[in-house]
């Protein structure tokens, strides 16, 4: 068990203003609760008590040049005139010392206790202030007697000053007021649009190495809890400080520790990677009879091992990879070879889940293992791994419906279709990632049979692009033929693979189509999170009802460190250079610093991102090491840290080099 250290949070900078949200100051100063006022200077956090009368408190004077507020109670005001009109004069920029106020009290306090004739001096008072209100009601009868007559100043001869802009013959009428009223509006909208383009700018400037470190920052928090609580565990829960491991894992251990390998050696955490190192070499085993998911641990694992064999060179991690990728070949013992479910790790023996409709596969299970396989066989010499994988693909892409279409679910002893289900969400999405991604990997062969599935399938799935009444694009699901206008956040990854489909279209208009729709489903899935109380996106939009970009299913609005819109905000960036995404990506990293981290103990999901405060899942998720903070680094690094045109992006964000390279 890693030593107990204390983590100080990771430094925020910024944040930019982009969106419809205001994004939160987290260096703003917490309102005073007390009625004393307080005089609040341009530096942040640099408050001052402004004493009252008589207290002997020093005020210090402000900063030259900077900006003063005078807050009372709930209440600010933005200038000191009102502060000195209510007290003695001063020079422009001073405010009242002690020595000013106890003069001022002084004077009054040796006064006598009595006024001139024996009055008291309440009474004295009560004698003036009656006085002085008799002369004013005397002087405004005055006035109105005699108003146009020479004795308001005015000569009589042609308009008063103000008579163009005041009218003189009637009272404003309502069309008056309420053209009145909309220039009043225009022009709050004009300062309003001035302010923001203004926090844009500002913004922009905010370097992005610093949005990189900060990010870094958020890593050694994640990673430090799980060292600290959950050390050798598969993953950590923040709250309870334990670990935590899932089915999915069986009883194989340290998933989080291969997961966030490749991003501990991206960031260049050089002794965090060392002590991994360590405890594979001498912890990490295989040999256990337990039954695991074999998409999950393919995804993970092997992914995780070969991520980082493929950026250092090490040979304990190709070994280790090997080893998985052996147990895990019985999976594809079926008729077809489209691989079992779940299988065993020793007795080899393969299951289906229990819940998939007639015993079927299911479709981003089966479609999302070849990548590691082909890069396995190309390390080891060994093509075992991927005559795998391309035998189950094919039965696949030679038999898809005439719509084009994938249905979710398909049986692996005979091949056939199960459900006619369709999502590139939950149970379909990796599955057209891997189409284009096992491509790329092989450096894009031209006449690709691969390729040519994918083309098919791209263009197939532009039949479940709709736009709802109130602007927003999304791809929708549908159950046997009827579509269901409603999009998970698993889907939300299909912005950046449009993204990267541009690249390689066949056509300009193809390419406009493609960045059109990347573009918009992106532009959706980023309201997902700035639409929610937490800045944070729902597990499920729901479109053209009253729920839109949100859920009417409490159930369906958790949020569990999922990476997918991040992902889009990567490859939009890295193919756009539109500037937009980065913003988007730092109020991401605004709203996980202020709602899903768990004290200094890392980060939680949230059970409803629409409840502010959120309630917390107490589970910190190994992908979001592996994925959400990578693409979150990436996105604030220069290109030349992994570049598409070299590395492939597994699932799960483990980079694999191209290998025709």
Request: aromatic share 8%; proline share 6%.
């Amino acid at each position: 068990m890693a030593a107990m250290r204390q983590r100080m949070p990771p430094t925020v900078v910024g944040p930019p203003s982009f969106g419809s949200q205001p994004t939160p100051d987290l260096n703003r100063p917490r309102e005073s609760t007390s009625r004393t006022a307080h005089i609040v200077h341009g530096t942040p956090g640099h408050v001052t008590n402004v004493q009252a009368p008589n207290s002997g408190g020093v005020t210090p004077a402000p900063h030259a040049g900077s900006r003063h507020r005078l807050r009372v109670g709930g209440h600010v005001v933005e200038s000191l005139a009102a502060v000195h009109s209510s007290y003695i004069p001063m020079q422009r920029g001073e405010l009242p010392t002690a020595s000013d106020w106890h003069r001022r009290a002084g004077a009054g306090a040796r006064r006598k206790k009595v006024g001139r004739f024996g009055i008291p001096s309440p009474t004295a008072g009560l004698i003036v202030f009656g006085a002085a209100c008799l002369l004013f009601a005397a002087l405004c009868l005055l006035a109105t007697l005699f108003s146009g007559s020479g004795l308001s100043g005015y000569s009589g001869q042609g308009q008063p000053p103000h008579a163009a802009a005041i009218p003189s013959t009637h009272p404003p009428q309502p069309r008056e007021i309420a053209e009145a009223l909309a220039k009043t509006r225009g022009e709050a909208k004009v300062r309003a649009k001035a302010a923001t383009a203004a926090r844009r700018e500002a913004a922009a400037k905010t370097p992005n190495r610093m949005r990189q470190q900060t990010v870094r920052g958020m890593m050694e928090l994640a990673w430090g809890g799980y060292k600290e609580h959950a050390w050798g565990e598969n993953e950590l829960r923040p709250v309870s400080r334990q670990g935590h491991s899932a089915q999915i894992f069986g009883t194989i251990s340290g998933a989080t520790i291969i997961d966030a390998l490749d991003t501990l050696i991206l960031m260049n955490m050089t002794d965090e990677v060392a002590v991994s190192r360590a405890w594979i070499a001498t912890s990490l085993t295989f040999d256990i009879d337990a039954t695991v998911s074999t998409f999950e641990v393919c995804i993970r694992y092997l992914g995780g091992l070969l991520s980082a064999y493929a950026l250092t060179g090490d040979e304990l991690y190709k070994t280790k990879a090997e080893e998985i990728g052996y147990r895990l070949l019985p999976a594809f013992e079926t008729n077809t070879g489209i691989p079992w479910s779940a299988v065993n790790l020793r007795t080899g023996k393969g299951i289906m889940w229990s819940w998939a409709p007639q015993g079927c596969a299911i479709l981003s299970e089966l479609g999302t293992m070849s990548l590691e396989f082909e890069y396995l066989s190309r390390i080891t010499g060994n093509t075992v791994f991927a005559d795998k994988v391309r035998r189950a693909l094919a039965v696949v892409v030679t038999s898809v419906p005439a719509t084009g279409l994938y249905p979710n679910y398909i049986h692996p002893q005979s091949g056939q279709w199960g459900p006619h289900d369709v999502s590139v969400g939950a149970l379909g999405d990796s599955f057209y990632e891997y189409l284009y991604k096992v491509w790329s990997l092989a450096g894009k062969p031209p006449n690709s049979p691969i390729k040519k599935a994918y083309d098919a399938a791209i263009t197939a799935l532009q039949s479940l692009i709709h736009t709802s009444k109130r602007g927003n694009m999304y791809i929708a699901e549908s159950k046997n033929g009827t579509r269901h206008s409603k999009m998970g956040h698993l889907a939300c990854f299909i912005g950046g693979l449009f993204a990267l489909s541009a690249e390689d279209a066949h056509s300009p208009d193809e390419t406009a189509v493609y960045l059109e729709s990347g573009a918009g489903i992106t532009e959706t899935c980023y309201r997902g999170y700035a639409n929610s109380a937490t800045g944070l996106g729902p597990e499920e939009m729901q479109f053209d009802n009253p729920s839109e970009l949100s859920s009417a299913n409490s159930g369906h609005r958790y949020y569990i460190l999922r990476p997918e819109v991040i992902e889009s905000y990567f490859y939009m960036w890295r193919i756009t250079k539109d500037e937009r995404y980065r913003g988007y990506a730092w109020e991401a990293v605004l709203a996980l610093e202020q709602h899903a981290r768990c004290g200094n103990m890392g980060y939680c999901g949230l059970k409803d991102v629409q409840a502010n405060p959120p309630v917390h899942d107490d589970l910190q998720q190994s992908y979001f090491l592996a994925e959400t903070l990578k693409y979150l680094y990436l996105i604030f690094s220069d290109d030349t840290l992994l570049p598409l045109d070299r590395w492939v992006m597994n699932t799960e964000a483990h980079p694999l080099p191209v290998l025709s390279v």
